[in-house]
């Protein structure tokens, strides 16, 4: 079984800055992809960022030049800094990995509030 914790959410004011972590424990085999999803209320859940295993990012138009995708493979890790947060980046973030067999896997979510 596997599982994912993410951490690190929380309320900031418009400017300031977060890092969620997620770490990954369980029967994990061959990650590919891990990333990191929102979804605001009253919306469909988005991609924010992803991080392959080697290292190559991806992320929406409106996180770029604000946040940074990490990931720690040794531990299955990984990171989400955040900074010059807006009122728009309020939303639950989910962590999200994908490996060689296409398994999938989420977690439960941590709010981020970014208040005006």
């Known amino acids: 079984q596997v599982r994912l914790v993410e951490s690190g959410g929380g309320s900031v004011q418009t400017g300031g800055s977060l890092r969620l972590s997620c770490a990954a424990s369980?029967?994990?085999?061959?990650?590919?992809?891990m990333g990191w999803y929102r979804q605001a209320p009253g919306k469909q859940r988005e991609l924010v960022a992803t991080?392959?295993?080697?290292?190559?990012?991806n992320y929406v138009d409106s996180a770029k030049g604000r946040f940074t995708i990490s990931r720690d493979n040794r531990e299955n890790t990984v990171f989400l800094q955040m900074n010059s947060l807006k009122p728009e980046d309020t939303a639950v973030y989910y962590c999200n990995i994908y490996n060689t067999y296409g398994m999938e896997y989420w977690g439960k979510g941590t709010l981020v509030t970014v208040s005006s």
């Open positions: 369980g029967s994990i085999r061959n990650i590919v992809t």
């Open positions: 991080i392959t295993r080697g290292g190559s990012t």
